[in-house]
């Protein structure tokens, strides 16, 4: 009786373990996304345009060691779109070799939040 009783208390005990290892894997995948962008985003100042025709137009340029923005464009870097209430509007957008990226959009609120300075940049410090 003893032996039988071990079994079955080894099998719950696997049992448990199993579906707390199922419960946290679908916990990750729900909400390590939106922890992970949060973690890594950080603000930096763009230009963004709403041209006329339903676009929205984002532009990226390198600043100088004072901090003063130049003309030169940032290839590469990361951003995502949301709307005003936060819901986030296609993937993940990246600037061209001109430093731009361009969406077409129906009229509303929207910004990007830049979870990417693009490769050999850093974020500005605050």
């Known amino acids: 009786m003893r032996k039988l009783l071990n079994n079955k208390n080894r099998t719950l005990h696997k049992a448990m373990c199993?579906?707390?290892a199922l419960?946290?894997?679908f916990s990750a995948i729900m909400t390590g996304t939106l922890t992970w962008n949060a973690a890594l985003s950080?603000?930096?100042?763009?230009v963004g345009t709403a041209?006329?025709?339903?676009?929205?137009l984002?532009?990226?340029y390198e600043r100088d060691l004072d901090g003063?923005?130049?003309t030169n464009p940032i290839e590469g870097a990361e951003f995502y779109l949301f709307t005003s209430e936060g819901e986030q509007i296609g993937g993940r957008f990246?600037?061209?070799e001109n430093g731009i990226i361009e969406v077409r959009l129906e009229v509303g609120e929207y910004y990007f939040e830049e979870t990417n300075p693009g490769s050999g940049w850093t974020f500005d410090i605050d």
Request: charged content about 20%; proline content about 4%; cysteine-free.
């Open 18 to 20: 199993v579906l707390f």
């Open 68 to 70: 003063n923005a130049t």
């Open 23 to 25: 419960v946290m894997v």
């Open 58 to 60: 984002l532009q990226k």
């Open 42 to 46: 950080h603000r930096n100042e763009f």
């Open 94 to 96: 990246l600037t061209d």
């Open 51 to 56: 041209p006329v025709d339903g676009s929205a």
